[in-house]
């Protein structure tokens, strides 16, 4: 069997999924199906949240899929945050923060976190974040390898610096870079090594 994948920029808005079974939902949300006509028995390597955006992998293979969502493949997100972030509120998020998940506490992973000097280059989002005059906001740029549900969204909280906006930019070494909105691009393969992932064009 000849395996597709793709590579899509989820825009805000947008469940990780291509439809849902309940009618009052299909009503009320947008899926990945209105981006693209992928073909039966793709799925998406990982998900984003409704309210986040960024890279996204599409495959028909499952075995792509069980690759490169291992524990050994980085994946990058920017957050632009309420309030200036901290370097200590940044060493936190580093050394691990404790969050809460549906079946109790837990103690994320040390991690890359850094705060980005300038915002980054991105398209401005479907739906205005919120006034300036709420007070400033703040990019940090953090790095996982572990997928807890909202995990980002929970770990810049518990630093003290919530999340307003946030985008993953990268996953192994595939980056967003200028896919728009909505785009979706289809490649030939992707090829998972040790610590990353590679993209075959």
């Not at 945050?81 to 809460?100: C, K, M, S």
Request: proline share 6%; aromatic share 8%.
């Amino acid at each position: 069997m000849l395996h597709r994948h793709f590579l899509v920029h989820k825009p805000y808005g947008y469940l990780s999924q291509f439809m849902s079974n309940n009618p009052s939902e299909a009503r009320k949300k947008r899926f990945l199906g209105e981006l693209h006509d992928f073909p039966e028995g793709t799925m998406p390597i990982g998900r984003l949240d409704e309210h986040s955006e960024g890279l996204l992998l599409l495959t028909t293979d499952g075995r792509v899929s069980e690759q490169i969502r291992r524990k050994d493949v980085e994946k990058e997100y920017f957050a632009q945050v309420d309030g200036l972030v901290t370097d200590e509120a940044v060493a936190q998020l580093q050394q691990g923060v404790e969050i809460g998940l549906a079946d109790g506490k837990y103690q994320t992973l040390p991690c890359a976190a850094y705060r980005l000097s300038a915002p980054p280059d991105l398209p401005p989002r479907t739906r205005h974040i919120r006034s300036d005059r709420h007070g400033p906001t703040s990019w940090v740029s953090i790095t996982v390898t572990e997928g807890k549900y909202r995990q980002v969204r929970k770990m810049t909280a518990a630093a003290g610096f919530p999340t307003l906006r946030l985008v993953r930019v990268r996953i192994g070494n595939i980056w967003l870079g200028d896919l728009a909105p909505g785009e979706v691009r289809e490649v030939a393969e992707f090829e998972v090594k040790a610590e990353a992932v590679e993209l075959r064009n």
